[in-house]
């Protein structure tokens, strides 16, 4: 959950670091993004967070 958060980008970046897809969230209170991974195949990933201009990526391995 993120607080008093005002934009909130979610990219879903391929292993070599194409962008898939992204979400835009504009908020200001608590929210939780939710990530629908059902038309993705199965592999490696990564997700990057942006929230008002600072950043983190984390690997998502997805096995179905």
Do not use: A, F, H
């Given at each position: 959950e993120l607080t008093e958060t005002?934009?909130?980008?979610?990219?879903?970046?391929?292993?070599?670091?194409?962008?898939?897809?992204?979400?835009?969230?504009?908020?200001?209170?608590?929210?939780?993004?939710?990530?629908?991974?059902?038309?993705?195949?199965?592999?490696?990933?990564?997700?990057?967070?942006?929230?008002?201009?600072?950043?983190?990526?984390?690997?998502?391995i997805l096995t179905k």
């Amino acid at each position: 959950e993120l607080t008093e958060t005002k934009d909130i980008k979610v990219q879903m970046l391929s292993v070599t670091g194409r962008l898939i897809d992204q979400k835009t969230y504009i908020r200001g209170d608590r929210i939780n993004v939710p990530l629908d991974l059902s038309i993705y195949e199965s592999g490696i990933y990564y997700i990057r967070l942006i929230i008002d201009g600072q950043q983190t990526t984390q690997k998502l391995i997805l096995t179905k």
